[in-house]
């Protein structure tokens, strides 16, 4: 079913912003695809043929994008995408536990929403948070070293409507339609709220300073035996004797 005349008219206003930051029409599309996808929760088939008209593409051509990303989903998510990481770092810190624990809490699958329509939950690949793993994201916002037992808290405070606030970053989660028109390019006035490195991340910053250390200025150029040690010091003297 194509959207409605009242749903077209106020994407068309939309769509012609995001085409307009591109000197190509089509380098558009995955923002475009942000959009539609938050107007039902997912990117329907109207929504792929919306893109194509919009930007002289073939719905198969879209399709192949929307097939593409895993952040494009093509069935119905809930209000809140409740994403468990378990690529290495994190399946070996708990990640694993943590997804298979809310799959059995909740009753569903990868990738399923809950028979109430609030959560969908799908294991997701690494999300640059090793410091602080096990993670998970709500709506793409941080929750940090997780353990079964928070991580099934932190959903049934979701499904009674009291969603805490993540870790990092806002105050306050939005929905997942919310989250769709932000990765569009429209802001929610949240990005500059919160802490977006934990002390987690700032330990070698940290150490940095307190040893004076820094990187080579650009164009500088480290020799051959970069990294070893300088032999007119004590450390260089131990290891010529060692050799």
Same mark, same amino acid.
């Given at each position: 079913?194509?959207?409605?005349?009242?749903?077209?008219?106020?994407?068309?206003?939309?769509?012609?912003?995001?085409?307009?930051?591109?000197?190509?029409?089509?380098?558009?599309?995955?923002?475009?695809?942000?959009?539609?996808?938050?107007?039902?929760?997912?990117?329907?088939?109207?929504?792929?043929?919306?893109?194509?008209?919009?930007?002289?593409?073939?719905?198969?051509?879209?399709?192949?994008?929307?097939?593409?990303?895993?952040?494009?989903?093509?069935?119905?998510?809930?209000?809140?995408?409740?994403?468990?990481?378990?690529?290495?770092?994190?399946?070996?810190?708990?990640?694993?536990?943590?997804?298979?624990?809310?799959?059995?809490?909740?009753?569903?699958?990868?990738?399923?929403?809950?028979?109430?329509?609030?959560?969908?939950?799908?294991?997701?690949?690494?999300?640059?948070?090793?410091?602080?793993?096990?993670?998970?994201?709500?709506?793409?916002?941080?929750?940090?070293?997780?353990?079964?037992?928070?991580?099934?808290?932190?959903?049934?405070?979701?499904?009674?409507?009291?969603?805490?606030?993540?870790?990092?970053?806002?105050?306050?989660?939005?929905?997942? @339609?919310?989250?769709?028109?932000?990765? #569009?390019?429209? =802001?929610?006035?949240? $990005? /500059?709220?919160?802490?977006? +490195?934990?002390?987690?991340?700032?330990?070698?910053?940290?150490?940095?300073?307190?040893?004076?250390?820094?990187?080579?200025?650009?164009?500088? @150029?480290?020799?051959?035996?970069?990294? #070893?040690?300088? =032999?007119?010091?004590? $450390? /260089?003297?131990?290891?010529? +004797?060692?050799?």
């Amino acid at each position: 079913m194509a959207f409605s005349d009242d749903v077209r008219t106020r994407l068309d206003v939309e769509a012609k912003e995001i085409i307009g930051r591109y000197p190509h029409k089509r380098s558009a599309l995955l923002p475009l695809l942000h959009l539609v996808q938050a107007e039902d929760g997912y990117v329907t088939p109207a929504g792929i043929e919306y893109c194509a008209e919009q930007l002289n593409l073939t719905t198969a051509e879209v399709a192949a994008v929307v097939t593409f990303y895993t952040m494009y989903k093509r069935r119905p998510v809930g209000d809140y995408h409740v994403g468990v990481c378990t690529n290495t770092l994190c399946a070996v810190m708990g990640g694993d536990q943590i997804f298979a624990e809310l799959k059995e809490h909740l009753g569903v699958g990868n990738d399923e929403m809950t028979e109430d329509g609030v959560l969908t939950l799908e294991h997701i690949e690494c999300n640059a948070a090793c410091d602080f793993a096990p993670v998970m994201t709500v709506n793409w916002e941080f929750f940090d070293n997780q353990t079964p037992q928070a991580a099934k808290d932190l959903v049934d405070r979701l499904r009674a409507g009291d969603p805490p606030a993540p870790t990092r970053g806002p105050s306050r989660l939005c929905t997942w @339609k919310q989250a769709s028109r932000v990765l #569009a390019g429209f =802001p929610d006035g949240l $990005a /500059g709220e919160g802490v977006a +490195a934990g002390p987690a991340s700032l330990v070698g910053l940290e150490l940095a300073k307190e040893h004076g250390w820094a990187a080579p200025k650009a164009g500088s @150029k480290a020799g051959p035996e970069a990294g #070893a040690a300088d =032999p007119g010091t004590d $450390a /260089g003297k131990d290891a010529g +004797a060692d050799s």
